[in-house]
C-alpha cells in the first residue's frame, strides 16, 4: 500500500480490521490471528491523527474487544516519537531494540511506567539480539535475548 495516498491507506487499513473483527465475531473456531502495522509511524503520525478518525476508532475495538477474540495488534516502528500517544495506550506489551534517540525513548519512557530509568538508560546500549520487554505478563521489565531465525530462506524476485 506504500503506493497509495494516505487517504486511501487509512481507508483500507480500516476495512481490513473491521472484516477481521467481523469475522471473528461470527467464527469462534478461527485460529488466533495477529495483525502486524509495520512502519506505524508512516501510517499513525501525530501529524495525521485528525484525519485517521475512523482508523483509529477500528484500532481501538480490535485492541480492546479482539484479545477474547483471539485478535490481536501489533505495532511495529522504528521512530515511535512521531505516534500519538493513543498508541501507546493501545499496547500493552513493548519490545523495544536499540534506540538512540532521545525523541524516540521519550516517547516510549512517558507511557511505560514499570520501566526504570537505568534501563532506560541501558536501551542505547542494546546489541544485536537484544530487546528491553515490558509486559503485564512480567513481574518487571526485562532485557531479552532474542534468538535469530533460523531459516536461511533468501526472498528473490
Same mark, same amino acid.
Given at each position: 500500500m506504500s503506493a497509495a495516498s494516505e487517504v486511501i491507506q487509512s481507508l483500507?487499513?480500516?476495512? @481490513?480490521?473491521?472484516k477481521?473483527?467481523?469475522?471473528?465475531?461470527?467464527h469462534a473456531d478461527a485460529p488466533p490471528t495477529l495483525l502486524v502495522? #509495520? #512502519?506505524a509511524h508512516a501510517f499513525i503520525s501525530k501529524e495525521r491523527v485528525a484525519s485517521l478518525h475512523a482508523t483509529l476508532q477500528m484500532l481501538r475495538t480490535v485492541t480492546r474487544r479482539g484479545r477474547k477474540r483471539w485478535l490481536s495488534i501489533c505495532f511495529v516502528s522504528q521512530q515511535p516519537g512521531h505516534l500519538p500517544s493513543e498508541v501507546f495506550e493501545l499496547c500493552?506489551? !513493548?519490545? @523495544? =531494540?536499540?534506540? !538512540?534517540?532521545? =525523541?524516540?525513548?521519550?516517547?516510549?519512557m512517558q507511557t511505560a511506567g514499570d520501566v526504570s530509568q537505568a534501563l532506560w538508560g541501558h536501551c542505547p546500549l542494546l546489541g544485536a539480539g537484544e530487546a528491553l520487554v515490558s509486559s503485564p505478563q512480567l513481574r518487571r521489565p526485562v532485557v531479552a535475548r532474542i534468538r535469530q531465525a533460523s531459516s536461511r530462506r533468501r526472498f528473490v524476485r
Open positions: 483500507v487499513t480500516a476495512d @481490513v480490521l473491521r477481521a473483527f467481523a469475522y471473528k465475531m461470527v502495522i #509495520e #512502519e500493552n506489551t !513493548r519490545i @523495544v =531494540h536499540n534506540l !538512540r534517540s532521545t =525523541h524516540n525513548l521519550e516517547a516510549l
